[in-house]
């Protein structure tokens, strides 16, 4: 059984920083898309990060726009953990963060989403497995 626990939300003030983790289990950690997905109040889900295998260091990253440069997904795969460490926050970045996990292909599909090709209904059926999530408040 899959089982995904995000932690590490909080509040913090616009410039600060915060990193949220997802402990997963019950599947092969290292070689599956991960992913971070927030959602505000009154607002759809958006995609924020993913990471999957590939390139010199073994892994790629792919962000949303909006959260590029001070965003960064890593993962530690002897902890079956994803992080999502968040840099000069702002009080738009005030959301609930979901990490999800998904095939190799779920991270292509991301990709077409951060590139503006693919809406989220296209790529969220994509991820099998979801978090409950951590709230994440900035505040001005």
């Given at each position: 059984?899959?089982?995904?626990v995000?932690?590490?939300?909080g ?6 920083s915060l990193r949220?983790?997802c402990?997963?289990?019950g599947?092969t950690?290292?070689r599956?898309?991960?992913?971070w997905f ?13 990471m999957?295998?590939?390139g010199a260091s073994?892994?790629n ?7 590029k440069?001070r ?6 795969n002897a902890?079956?953990?994803v ?10 970045d005030?959301a609930?963060?979901y990490c ?21 209904q ?9 978090g ?7 505040s001005?």
């Open positions: 059984q899959v089982q995904l995000e932690s590490g939300g509040s913090v003030q616009a410039g600060g949220v983790s402990t997963t289990s599947y950690f290292s599956n898309c991960m992913a927030r959602q505000a109040p009154g607002k759809d889900r958006e995609g924020v990060a993913i999957f295998t590939g073994g892994y990253t792919n962000y949303a726009d909006s959260v440069g965003f960064i997904i890593s993962r530690d902890k079956n953990t992080y999502l460490q968040m840099n000069n926050l702002k009080p738009e005030t609930m963060y999800a996990v998904g095939t190799s292909g779920a991270c292509i599909t991301m990709g077409r989403y951060f590139a503006g090709r693919l809406v989220l296209d790529v969220a059926p994509k991820f099998g497995n979801w409950q999530g951590t709230q994440v408040t900035v001005s």
